[in-house]
Nanobody, 123 residues
Framework: QVQLVESGGGLVQAGGSLRLSCAAS????????MGWFRQAPGKEREFVAA???????DYADSVKGRFTIARDNAKNTMYLQMNSLKPEDTAVFYC?????????????????WGQGTQVTVSS
């Protein structure tokens, strides 16, 4: 059974940093793209960042230069380092595993999803 578990969320002041982790189990995803999405209250879920099986990355413009996505295939784990956090980054962050090898921005390109972790940035 495939399972994705996010961790590392929490409350942080504006300008601070958090590191999210997404641990996958049930099978290896080293040949799959993985991604982070987020959903703020009252808004639709949106793309944040994605990483392909070769390590190629893609970022939403809103987080480019502040967030860094990485993966450790040996640990079947993906990370999201978030720096210079802003109140508008407040959301539930979800990790997902894609059905392609290349990073994708559309959530419909992802088959497996975690339960989400809350990130709250205070001003």
């Amino acid at each position: 059974q495939v399972q994705l578990v996010e961790s590392g969320g929490g409350l942080v002041q504006a300008g601070g940093s958090l590191r999210l982790s997404c641990a996958a189990s049930g099978r290896s995803f080293s040949r799959n793209a993985m991604g982070w999405f987020r959903q703020a209250p009252g808004k639709e879920r949106e793309f944040v960042a994605a990483i392909g099986w070769t390590g190629s990355t893609d970022y939403a413009d809103s987080v480019k230069g502040r967030f860094t996505i990485a993966r450790d295939n040996a640990k079947n784990t993906m990370y999201l380092q978030m720096n210079s956090l802003k109140p508008e980054d407040t959301a539930v962050f979800y990790c997902a595993v894609g059905r392609t090898v290349w990073p994708r921005r559309n959530e419909y390109d992802y088959d497996y999803w975690g339960q989400g972790t809350q990130v709250t940035v205070s001003s």
